[in-house]
């Protein structure tokens, strides 16, 4: 089975830049820090191990589209859940480590008699984003039935199929 | 061109134009964060009506947008029971173009009744306080809710 080389470059770069990187900073961070954060109840850990599996998820997911052919089903199939992967990522960053805030992120704290409470508001980019990742399914579809139709003028004709004269016997000497 | 390349191409349009709103409006945001509600902007006083024994907090404010886009932004202060009940609440909104400033006041008449000893620290409620910006028509926001509970000694 051949793999096309590019996706091997760009799995290997997303893995490196989502997984590799920042589990290696996080492992360079104090735990001083760590537990500063923790207690401000921002637990980075926790997003370091959700961007690591991310890139996991993505360089997988990119690996195995160099395996199929652009006309293949699964090529397709493939292409389709990276867009919606990269609209996952795109959540969790509007909400700032929760995807299933999408975009509104509420942030309380209390400390005695004084409780503050911050709220983000970004959906819009949330809804902005789902439009592009539609735009970009119809867009993988379109490609996807051209590579087909590309592909079966390319090909030569199918042989026609055997005329009845073609098939008959060779006319038995009856003498 | 065919279809699929101008769907191409409208997309990468739409993806840029997303990326500089979402830029522009976020760093919009933390600039009125930093630069609409700074020290000398704000003026806040609280006075006590003589005649009536009513308590007046009044917020003057004068902030400026050094942002790109327009900003609205919103105060409302309450004073509440210890129920949660309004004892008094007021809101003002007020829109700062980019590159500019506006003025606004707001003011909030407590009764006297909430404070029989006259101090307003000793009130048992609590005093909220509440400041949004928004920007991009509206559509993007942060909001502050500070609440702060008032206990008798």
């Known amino acids: ?175 | 061109m065919n279809r699929i390349k101008a769907l191409r191409l409208g997309i990468i349009g739409f993806e840029v134009l997303t990326i500089a709103l979402c830029v522009l409006s976020v760093y919009t945001l933390f600039n009125a964060l930093s630069t609409a509600i700074s020290g000398g902007t704000m003026d806040l006083n609280l006075n006590i009506d003589e005649s009536t024994g009513e308590w007046r907090f009044v917020l003057n404010g004068n902030p400026r947008n050094t942002g790109f886009l327009g900003v609205t932004l919103f105060f409302e202060v309450a004073v509440l029971d210890l129920s949660g009940q309004d004892i008094a609440r007021n809101s003002t909104s007020v829109y700062v173009p980019a590159g500019g400033a506006n003025q606004f006041s707001l003011s909030l008449t407590i009764p006297p009744d909430v404070a029989p000893g006259g101090d307003l620290g000793e009130v048992e409620g609590y005093f909220e306080l509440r400041f949004a910006v928004r920007t991009l028509g509206d559509l993007v926001g942060f909001t502050n809710i500070l609440k702060i509970r008032g206990q008798a000694p």
């Open chain 1, 1 to 175: 089975m051949k793999i096309r080389k590019k996706s091997v470059v760009f799995a290997v770069l997303t893995l490196l830049i989502f997984t590799v990187l920042p589990l290696y900073a996080q492992s360079m961070i104090p735990q001083e820090y760590l537990r500063a954060f923790s207690s401000q109840g921002f637990n980075l850990a926790d997003l370091v191990n959700k961007v690591a599996f991310i890139g996991l998820v993505m360089s997988i997911l990119i690996l195995l589209k160099g395996f199929f052919e652009k006309t293949s089903d699964t090529f397709l199939a493939l292409s389709i859940a990276s867009t919606v992967f990269w609209l996952l990522i795109v959540f969790f960053a509007l909400g700032m480590g929760k995807m299933e805030n999408l975009g509104l992120t509420v942030i309380s704290s209390e400390t005695g008699d004084v409780s503050n409470t911050v709220i983000f508001d970004i959906r819009l980019f949330a809804y902005l984003a789902t439009i592009i990742v539609g735009l970009k399914i119809i867009h993988s579809i379109l490609k996807f039935r051209e590579a087909r139709l590309k592909t079966a003028a390319v090909q030569p004709s199918q042989p026609s199929l055997p005329t009845a004269k073609a098939q008959d016997p060779k006319p038995s000497n009856a003498n």
